[in-house]
């Protein structure tokens, strides 16, 4: 029992050291023809075609294509796949024949151009010969020139002569039979070497023949053919040479009771469970030897691909590992059921959870009372029962291994026995300089000096911010620990001291969610957003030594980080994004890691164990520290034009020549031989000097609306398992330029443009000339118009010239004269001198206002108050001039005639004030009345009623009707006066 135990031991260790194997299933529902696979064979490029009772088809990265000459012919039940030298793809068909296809050509050989039977269900390529092995019998057929030789052989009255397989030995060509035994194959005849019956396959192994039967599997002697041994593996019905070593694929007749078996050490040992497949029924095998890729068909459940170099290895014995623990020997793995240790991949030990329980319970501890809330420690639930035990986190610390879990603190020896407990509940903890140090999980960090006599300093933040609160991740390096706050950023344990980053401004990050240290003690932060930081800590001052932004990240919640031996580990919520200086990797499920929800992380320093709700993973750190190249083909596979796609033959040598209007183009393209077509990721461009652009249809590149000219269009592959990047030239395309850009179409052109210019010219020139006559009219016309507009400004000019002489009258000047003497005569020098300098006033703004335009009628009532002024030198009653201006009226804005209204003013000072008018007054009102301005003068005066009975008509407002007529011709209301022996009321619009 002990040896059978150690060879066991011995065969798990050798798997473990190998690389690491992942097994997916593909089937109809995920995108696979059907379920049975009965033939599967790779080819010289690494393209993989499946051949089932539904038909053929060829992997396109992550999906199946119908093959288009299996489409064309109706070929279907699919038995054998093989290819010639040449590339030429040979397709076996029970039922059909053979179909024959290469990039050119195709053609359907059967009974009907010579094939000895339709019913084909193996095929074999030897010295430019197919040997096709039918229902009864064989036929050769020349890859040269497709002639067929059809062997002779005796008929048995029976039973058919049913081929199954063939093989050489020799440089010989043999066949099995089900029936009949073995035959050596000749162009004349089958010569019959050996009656063993009920043989289905048959392979040639390093110079050994091996035969597989309904029963058992034979090793038969190469030159007499007689058996040798004898192994128990029934209806093997393919073989195939995998990495230099042997595999087959069996299945029961009946039942379908088979597996996959691998040759070692002469034994076939049967690899079905350890690949994790959940079926037997296999029927094919093919393998990808550069992507070490091992393809199983089956009967009824679809297709096994199991891969042989798997980055990831997954333990999946285990459920909800929520702490791991790793040495170079064995993994401590803490679980829903409780404690594992493993060690070459078999649990060597094994704890439930009610040992814990009971040691808690057995060995109480006499702290208990002092680990309670009063002195701030996180209560523990002593009645929590055996199955409701929660483990956080564990760690290796002087060959004991320590967990700390919802009851208590731990601690085990290296061989699974518990040893102690303690009544601490912490969530986050770590040894340094041998003392634990363990976070509150409310606030503070308590250290303890021996923890077995439960002394230890407790340092809150209650006074003083420098220490940690809200603590949610610690790492350590040689002289330092370093605390991760969810709320208050970084914080440093150094030299007995507590110091918080974010208060002296080292590092200004206030949320961190995870932190690590590397292997060269740098500091690796993850803030909330999913930022990246790499910290030189080793000085005063902490330095930022790199930066990955949070959209260089896959993944939005952060649930480790993890460095080994350069490589960094970021695990999200999508999976592991991996970084190696500048090269970026990411690790998913399609590599083999199937579960995100990472709860726990551990190495050994060559290898990352990841513990999730589905057991733990185990990644190979080498993986990512070889250096590859990208070494696939990259192809076109389809191309469309104005969304009609064109012949393989129009773009030979991935070039292809279009007219100006054939400017619309959609290419499909594909990575052959791609292991990981998820992981790649495309940008595009047209020209050298151009910038990359992000390609977002997966596969298919769209180029709409292109300007005529050449363009060489590049991908740039960026292969996330692989690290590599590649640019690589998908198309060259020439559109031709548009015919009129030809020399022929622009020779016309200019010819035509030169006949119209001087058509155009001699045109311009008659039209010149009558716009010349016209222009001369136009002339004449405005030469008599600015004859009347100088008479008019003459006319206009003789008005205000009469104006001014009526404004400045001689009996007006004298009269003012005449008071200044006066004044000088009674040597009244203050007015004289007082009237003499109003009078100058008024004469130089009348000058002034005489040579303008227009003026406001703020100035315009200035000037009248100035007149009034100086004509109350002489008179015996002061007349009292007012103004009445409606509010909707801007004085300043309201513009007109220079000196309109002052002939009105002199007027009723000269002729409607006597002596008899004790208070004469003058009121100048002014108001909006529909579009126009109405100015009203009004005085109190007798009137213009004179004792001879006629009214006197003022040369002044003759003058100011003429000005208006002259000036105001849209005006038709004239000036209207009003006299009686109350009064005279001039009105005036403008």
């Given amino acids: 029992m002990r040896i059978l135990i150690t060879f066991c031991i011995f065969l798990c260790a050798q798997f473990i050291q190998a690389q690491f194997v992942d097994t997916k299933i593909h089937t109809a529902n995920n995108g696979l023809i059907s379920n049975n696979i009965q033939a599967g064979f790779v080819d010289a490029d690494g393209n993989l075609w499946l051949g089932s009772r539904a038909g053929l088809v060829i992997r396109n990265g992550r999906s199946y294509k119908n093959v288009p000459e299996a489409v064309k012919y109706k070929f279907n039940n699919v038995f054998d796949i093989c290819q010639d030298t040449k590339k030429g793809m040979w397709v076996a068909g029970f039922g059909q024949g053979i179909l024959y296809f290469n990039k050119k050509t195709s053609r359907l050989i059967n009974e009907k151009n010579g094939l000895i039977n339709d019913r084909v269900r193996s095929l074999f390529y030897h010295n430019n010969k197919i040997y096709a092995g039918t229902l009864n019998g064989v036929s050769i057929i020349s890859t040269k020139d497709f002639s067929i030789k059809n062997p002779e052989f005796e008929h048995h009255p029976d039973y058919f002569l049913n081929v199954t397989s063939f093989f050489t030995i020799h440089n010989k060509v043999y066949a099995t039979t089900v029936n009949n035994g073995i035959f050596e194959v000749t162009p004349q005849k089958l010569v019959q070497v050996s009656n063993l019956k009920k043989t289905f396959s048959s392979f040639v192994f390093n110079n050994r023949l091996f035969i597989g039967t309904q029963d058992n599997l034979f090793e038969l002697d190469v030159h007499s053919f007689k058996i040798t041994s004898t192994f128990n593996v029934n209806s093997a019905h393919k073989f195939l040479s995998v990495n230099n070593q042997m595999y087959l694929v069996s299945s029961g007749i009946v039942e379908n009771k088979g597996g996959v078996f691998k040759f070692e050490d002469n034994y076939f040992i049967d690899k079905t469970t350890e690949f994790n497949i959940p079926f037997t029924d296999f029927k094919s095998i093919a393998f990808d030897k550069k992507n070490q890729l091992l393809y199983l068909g089956s009967q009824n459940n679809g297709l096994a691909e199991i891969n042989l170099n798997a980055p990831v290895y997954h333990q999946k014995k285990l459920k909800e590992v929520a702490a791991i623990a790793v040495d170079n020997q064995k993994e401590y793995v803490f679980h829903n059921s409780g404690f594992s240790i493993y060690q070459n991949n078999i649990e060597i030990k094994h704890l439930s959870k009610s040992a814990f329980k009971n040691f808690q319970q057995q060995n109480p501890s006499k702290y208990s009372k002092q680990a309670i809330i009063q002195n701030h420690f996180y209560p523990i639930d002593y009645s929590t029962p055996a199955d409701k035990i929660i483990f956080y986190s564990s760690q290796i610390h002087k060959n004991n291994l320590w967990v700390n879990t919802n009851i208590g603190f731990f601690k085990l020896t290296l061989n699974g026995e518990i040893s102690n407990y303690y009544p601490v509940h912490v969530y986050y903890f770590t040894f340094f300089n041998n003392d634990l140090i363990a976070a509150v999980p409310y606030a503070g960090v308590r250290i303890f000096k021996d923890l077995n006599q439960f002394k230890y300093d407790y340092f809150h933040d209650w006074k003083n911010p420098e220490i940690p609160a809200e603590i949610v991740s610690i790492a350590q390096t040689k002289n330092a620990v370093y605390f991760a706050s969810a709320l208050s950023g970084l914080y440093e344990f150094k030299n007995g001291k507590f110091s918080s980053f974010l208060l002296d401004k080292s590092f200004t990050e206030p949320k961190i969610k995870r ?67 500048n090269t970026y990797f990411f690790i998913d499920k399609a590599q083999g890691f199937t579960n995100y929800n990472s709860l726990s992380a551990a190495d050994n320093k060559e290898q990352l164990f990841v513990g999730t709700k589905e057991g733990f993973f185990i990644l190979n750190n080498d993986y990512f520290l070889k250096n590859r190249s990208f070494d696939n083909t990259l192809s076109v596979t389809d191309v469309f034009v104005n969304n009609n796609r064109i012949s393989d033959e129009n773009y030979s040598n991935n070039q292809i020549e279009l007219s100006y209007n054939e400017n619309n183009i959609r290419l499909n393209f594909q990575v052959q031989n791609a292991k990981y077509p998820d992981k790649l990721q495309f940008k595009f461009r047209f020209k050298p000097s151009e910038p990359w652009q992000e390609l977002t249809t997966e596969n298919q590149l769209s180029l709409n609306y292109l300007n005529h000219g050449f363009y060489n269009v590049e991908l740039q592959i960026y292969n996330e398992d692989t690290g590599t990047v590649a640019n690589k030239t998908l198309i060259k395309i020439n559109i031709k330029p548009p015919f009129y850009y030809s020399w022929w179409f622009l020779t016309g052109c200019i010819l035509l443009i030169s006949g119209f210019t001087y058509a155009a010219y001699r045109i311009r020139i008659n039209y010149l000339k009558q716009k010349q006559t016209q222009k001369l009219a136009v002339i004449e016309l405005q030469n008599q118009q600015e004859k009347k507009e100088l008479l008019f400004d003459k006319q206009l000019a003789d008005v205000k010239l009469q104006a001014l002489k009526s404004q400045m009258n001689s009996h007006f000047l004298f009269n003012v004269l005449s008071s200044i003497q006066y004044f000088i005569i009674c040597k009244d020098v203050d007015n004289a001198l007082y009237y003499l300098e109003r009078f100058s006033a008024l004469v130089r703004t009348t000058l002034e206002y005489s040579d303008k335009k227009d003026i406001t009628i703020y100035d315009e009532i200035a000037y009248l108050k100035q007149y009034v002024e100086i004509e109350n030198l002489r008179a015996e009653h002061s007349i009292v001039f007012t103004e009445n201006i409606s509010e909707d009226i801007d004085s300043t804005q309201v513009r007109i005639a220079p000196l309109l209204l002052q002939p009105f003013v002199e007027n009723a000072i000269v002729h409607a004030f006597p002596p008899s008018v004790l208070k004469p007054e003058i009121e100048l009102k002014i108001e909006k009345e529909d579009q126009s301005i109405k100015i009203t003068i009004t005085d109190n005066g007798i009137g213009y009623q004179q004792k001879t009975g006629t009214i006197h008509q003022s040369k002044g407002i003759s003058i100011v009707q003429t000005r208006l007529d002259l000036t105001q011709k849209k005006l038709q209301k004239p000036i209207e006066i009003n006299s009686s022996n109350k009064g005279t009321q001039v009105i005036i619009y403008l």
Avoid at 549 to 559: E, F, H, Q, R
């Fill in 515 to 581: 932190i690590c240290i590397k292997k060269d003690e740098k500091l690796v932060v993850v803030t909330d957003y999913n930022d990246v930081f790499v910290l030189d800590v080793s000085q005063h001052k902490v330095k930022i030594e790199k930066h990955i932004p949070y959209n260089k990240i896959k993944g939005s919640t952060t649930n480790f980080v993890h460095e080994i031996n350069g490589i960094l580990y970021v695990a999200t919520n999508l999976g592991l994004n991996v970084f190696k200086g």
